[in-house]
C-alpha cells in the first residue's frame, strides 16, 4: 500500500501552485479533491478545483462520517476532505497527496499516523504578505484574517517530517515529488 503524503503550509505560500505543478510532473499519483462552502473563483471547476457544495450539504457529509479531516479556514468558509477516494487510491497503491490547512492536517495525523507530513514554508515572511497581497484575489479584511493565520502555521513548522521552502515553483514541486515517490 501506498502512503498518503499531506502537504500543509502557511495561506498564500503557493500550496495550489506547487501541487498543480507536481500534477503535470506526475500524473501517476492522485491528488485529492477537498469539498468547500466557499464559492468558487472566476476560473474554478466543480469537481476539479473544490467540490463546491452548500453548508447543509458539507454538514450532511460530516455526519455520514464522510469526511476524512474537515475545518473551518480563515474562520468563515469549512473544508474538508472526502474519505472514500483517499482510502480507495491508497488501496490501489497509487500514492495521494492532499493539499489542507494545519487543523486538517493535524486531525490527520491522529486518523492516519502512517502518512508523511510535508510543511511547504515561504523564502520568508515579508515574501508570504507580498504574495498574498499580490495574488488580488481578497480583499484587505480578509487579508489581515489570512495574515492572522499565517502567523500562527508558521509556528507549527517543527510538527512536521520534512520542510520545502517554496522559493521557486519548480524547486518545490521537484522536491515534493521527491518525498512522495519515496512512499512507494
Ligand atoms: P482557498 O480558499 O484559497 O482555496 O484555500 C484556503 C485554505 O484552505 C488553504 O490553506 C487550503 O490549504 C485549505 N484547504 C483546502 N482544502 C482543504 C481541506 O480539504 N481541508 C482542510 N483542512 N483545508 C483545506
Given at each position: 500500500m501506498s502512503r498518503l503524503t499531506v502537504l500543509a503550509g502557511p495561506t498564500a505560500v503557493g500550496k495550489g501552485t506547487v501541487v498543480r505543478a507536481l500534477r503535470q510532473a506526475c500524473p501517476n499519483l492522485w491528488i485529492s479533491v477537498s469539498a468547500t462552502t466557499r464559492r468558487p473563483r472566476p476560473g474554478e471547476i466543480d469537481g476539479v478545483d473544490?467540490?463546491?457544495?452548500s453548508n447543509d450539504e458539507f454538514t450532511r457529509m460530516i455526519g455520514d462520517g464522510a469526511l476524512l479531516e474537515w475545518a473551518t479556514v480563515h474562520g468563515i468558509n469549512r473544508y474538508g476532505t472526502p474519505r472514500g477516494p483517499v482510502v480507495d487510491h491508497l488501496d490501489r497503491g497509487i500514492p495521494v497527496v492532499l493539499e489542507i490547512d494545519l487543523q486538517g492536517a493535524r486531525q490527520v495525523r491522529e486518523a492516519m499516523p502512517e502518512a508523511q507530513f510535508v510543511f511547504l514554508a515561504p523564502p520568508s515572511w515579508d515574501e508570504l504578505v507580498r504574495r498574498l497581497v499580490g495574488r488580488?484575489?481578497?480583499?484587505a479584511a480578509e487579508r489581515r484574517r489570512r495574515l492572522a493565520t499565517a502567523r500562527e502555521e508558521m509556528?507549527?513548522?517543527?510538527?512536521?517530517?520534512a520542510v520545502i521552502i517554496n522559493d521557486t515553483v519548480e524547486h518545490a514541486a521537484s522536491e515534493l515529488e521527491r518525498l512522495v515517490e519515496a512512499t512507494r
Open positions: 473544490y467540490f463546491f457544495v488580488g484575489t481578497e480583499d509556528a507549527a513548522e517543527a510538527e512536521f517530517d
